[in-house]
C-alpha cells in the first residue's frame, strides 16, 4: 500500500492499537475480506503484550500528563510498559535531560498500579 498524505497522527498505546485492529479485523471477516499477513502479525504483537485495557490505557496517559515532568511521548511509554519499580522508570527517563524525584517516582507508579487493578 502507497500512502501519498498523512491526514493526521495521533499518538496511541498499545492497548489502543490492540483495539482498533481487533474492531478493523472483525470488520473485514464479516465481509469476507482477506487479513493480509502483516496485518495478523501486527495484531498478534498487540495481542501478546498489550497489558490493560485501551481505556485503563488512556486513564493512566491522562493521569500523568498532569505532572509537571510529563511528555505525552513518555506517558504513551509508560503506559505500554507498566513500569513496576523504580528503576524501570529511570530506564524510561534515561534519555531525558532531567531526573525524577522519589515522590514523583512513587507517584507514577502508584497510577501505575491502579491502572493494573
Known amino acids: 500500500m502507497i500512502v501519498k498524505e498523512v491526514l493526521n497522527e495521533e499518538l496511541l498505546t498499545l492497548a489502543e492499537v490492540k483495539e482498533i485492529l481487533t ?3 472483525e470488520e473485514r471477516r464479516e465481509r ?8 495478523r502479525k501486527a495484531l498478534h504483537h498487540a495481542e501478546l503484550f498489550a497489558k490493560v485495557s485501551g ?3 488512556r486513564e493512566l496517559i491522562n493521569k500523568l500528563l ?7 511521548q513518555i506517558a504513551i511509554r509508560i ?5 513496576q519499580s ?5 530506564a524510561i527517563y534515561a534519555k531525558e535531560k532531567y531526573t525524577l524525584e522519589n515522590e514523583e517516582m512513587d507517584q507514577i507508579l502508584e497510577y501505575v498500579a491502579e491502572a493494573m487493578e
Not at 32 to 39: G, Q, T
Not at 66 to 72: D, F, G, I, Q, S
Open 23 to 25: 474492531r478493523i479485523a
Open 79 to 83: 503506559a505500554d510498559i507498566l513500569p
Open 86 to 90: 523504580r528503576d524501570e522508570l529511570r
Open 32 to 39: 469476507d475480506m482477506e487479513v493480509a499477513y502483516e496485518f
Open 66 to 72: 498532569e505532572l509537571e515532568k510529563m511528555k505525552p
Open 55 to 57: 481505556e485503563k490505557a
